[in-house]
């Protein structure tokens, strides 16, 4: 969906450096989930944020990733250190309240590439 | 724990035949079901939802689906399929307790055959 926005579309990354994802939510939106799909899989929950906090990372892999969604900006979703496992399409979906999907809209994703 | 099972990753049909993409839950409250479409280097967009109304979804495009609880099932049917129906259909589910987490099947890609 346009109203949510995701940049950079495209990222290329060499092994070793980080990468960062931005998310903007729709307007009026406070609740975002972030999202990845590997290579022929479905979509796999990673981080449920709201402004300033962190409701949900039990999808987060422990180490190296992190996110963040702060009172002023996008929502940041950081990948230190990267590997070539983390190859994958990481989407963004926001929604105004906590209902989560039956009313979230879905980014168009970021394709992250490490080589 | 939640799940959704998508019988066939990969569905044939010739242009202007039926649609029929299975999907199947595993819940143990009432859930809320979801089919989202992607199209390539895309977003998903919702197509439609069930969220214990009626038991019989409308959805865009021409798309529907029905909640069968007897069967744990929520297959995705169109009469007629068209060209730019070729895309991936994801089914998911989630339930309701405060916010909801989403579970998504493993997808099932379309090819519409003219």
């Known amino acids: 969906n346009a109203g949510v926005m995701q940049n950079p579309r495209h990222l290329v990354r060499r092994r070793g450096q980080e990468a960062r994802l931005r998310c903007s939510p729709m307007k009026g939106h406070s609740h975002v989930y972030w999202y990845r799909q590997l290579p022929e899989e479905g979509l796999k929950f990673m981080v449920y944020l709201q402004k300033e906090n962190i409701i949900d990372e039990s999808g987060m892999p422990k180490e190296r990733f992190s996110a963040e969604f702060p009172k002023e900006g996008p929502s940041i979703l950081r990948i230190q250190q990267v590997v070539r496992g983390d190859s994958a399409a990481y989407f963004c979906?926001?929604?105004?309240?906590?209902?989560?999907?039956?009313?979230?809209?879905f980014g168009q994703g970021t394709r992250l590439t490490v080589v | 724990a939640q799940s959704v099972t998508q019988l066939g990753s990969h569905v044939s049909v010739s242009e202007g035949a039926l649609v029929l993409l299975r999907c199947n839950y595993s819940?143990?409250?009432?859930?809320?079901l979801f089919w989202y479409v992607q199209y390539p280097n895309q977003g998903l967009q919702l197509l439609l939802k069930?969220?214990?109304?009626?038991?019989l979804v409308k959805g865009i495009n021409g798309f529907e689906a029905e909640f069968k609880k007897s069967e744990t099932s929520f297959h995705l049917t169109k009469p007629s399929a068209h060209m730019s129906d070729a895309a991936e259909y994801f089914c998911?589910?989630?339930?309701?307790?405060?916010?909801?987490?989403?579970?998504f099947g493993t997808g099932t890609k379309l090819q519409v055959i003219p």
């Open positions: 819940s143990s409250v009432p859930p809320y």
């Open positions: 069930y969220t214990s109304a009626a038991t």
């Open positions: 998911a589910v989630a339930y309701s307790g405060g916010y909801q987490k989403v579970t």
């Open positions: 979906a926001s929604s105004r309240g906590d209902r989560g999907p039956a009313e979230a809209f």
